[in-house]
């Protein structure tokens, strides 16, 4: 069993950055991959970002490419999420997501370990 647990958000205006950290707990795995995902009220929970456990493959959402940066400190078994250049748009809870294996996938359904979120909110 992995336990996931985020923190990190919080409220920021426009153009601001925010630092949100995963720290993973129980059984880890080096082959597995790590994801953010988040979800605005009355949407859908969308990708963000994803890495492999061993950080040399990223993938990220269209709508964040150039201003989030996923990262991961082994040592630490955390995963990290670097948001900057924030937008309304952005405002959500977030979510710090886990699967075995090696692939990366963007859909939610694919993850098996979940963190409970943490609130982004963006202002203007």
């Known amino acids: 069993q992995v336990q996931l647990v985020e923190s990190g958000g919080g409220l920021v205006e426009t153009g601001g950055s925010l630092r949100l950290s995963c720290a993973a707990s129980?059984?880890?795995?080096?082959?597995?991959?790590m994801g953010w995902f988040r979800q605005a009220p009355g949407k859908e929970r969308e990708f963000v970002a994803a890495?492999?456990?061993?950080?040399?493959?990223?993938f990220y959402a269209d709508s964040v490419w150039g201003r989030f940066t996923i990262s991961i400190d082994n040592a630490k078994n955390t995963v990290l999420l670097q948001m900057n250049s924030l937008k309304r748009e952005d405002t959500a809870v977030y979510y710090c997501?886990?699967?075995?294996?090696?692939?990366?996938?963007?859909?939610?359904?694919?993850?098996?370990?979940w963190g409970q979120g943490t609130q982004v909110t963006v202002s203007s």
């Open positions: 997501a886990g699967r075995a294996g090696r692939a990366i996938l963007v859909r939610a359904e694919s993850y098996d370990y």
């Open positions: 129980g059984r880890t795995f080096s082959s597995s991959v």
């Open positions: 890495i492999g456990w061993g950080g040399s493959s990223t």
